[in-house]
């Protein structure tokens, strides 16, 4: 790994499709990583338009996906059971500490997930 990866949560994703330029500076020349969770949850939404699924699958091919593995879901089932995430969160965070690669996210729910290496965006605003 060249330290240029990082795991992208799917707001972060969502937040891009809506055109935040603070998140493209803040990703700009790093390597992208999905759990495939993340994936599932994006194409997954209802009521998508086929222009909404076009624009988050452009977005897909820009990135790594990262498949489960059994260290991920070792992981994930200590993590689930020490802070009570969400299977999606907890899948998530898992990946991230086993690839050993910070995690991009708003979801204030991670901070509390002391293993992992934490990158906050909110707002527009780099809060690492």
């Given at each position: 790994?060249?330290?240029?990866?990082?795991?992208?949560?799917?707001?972060?994703?969502?937040?891009?499709?809506?055109?935040?330029?603070?998140?493209?500076?803040?990703?700009?020349?790093?390597?992208?990583?999905?759990?495939?969770?993340?994936?599932?949850?994006?194409?997954?939404?209802?009521?998508?338009?086929?222009?909404?699924?076009?624009?988050?699958?452009?977005?897909l091919?820009?990135?790594?996906?990262?498949?489960?593995?059994?260290?991920?879901?070792?992981?994930?089932?200590e993590i689930?059971?020490?802070?009570?995430?969400?299977?999606?969160?907890?899948?998530?965070?898992?990946?991230?500490?086993?690839?050993?690669?910070?995690?991009?996210t708003?979801?204030?729910?991670?901070?509390?997930?002391?293993?992992?290496?934490?990158?906050?965006?909110?707002?527009?605003?780099?809060?690492?």
């Amino acid at each position: 790994m060249s330290g240029k990866e990082i795991l992208v949560d799917t707001n972060i994703i969502l937040y891009l499709l809506d055109g935040s330029d603070t998140l493209e500076q803040i990703l700009q020349g790093k390597n992208l990583y999905l759990s495939f969770i993340t994936e599932l949850e994006l194409l997954g939404f209802k009521n998508i338009s086929s222009k909404e699924e076009s624009q988050i699958v452009e977005v897909l091919n820009d990135c790594s996906i990262l498949s489960i593995n059994k260290l991920i879901k070792e992981k994930y089932v200590e993590i689930r059971r020490k802070y009570h995430l969400k299977l999606p969160d907890a899948l998530i965070a898992a990946t991230a500490i086993v690839y050993n690669m910070p995690l991009i996210t708003a979801d204030k729910q991670f901070k509390t997930v002391k293993e992992l290496n934490l990158i906050s965006y909110q707002h527009g605003i780099n809060l690492t």
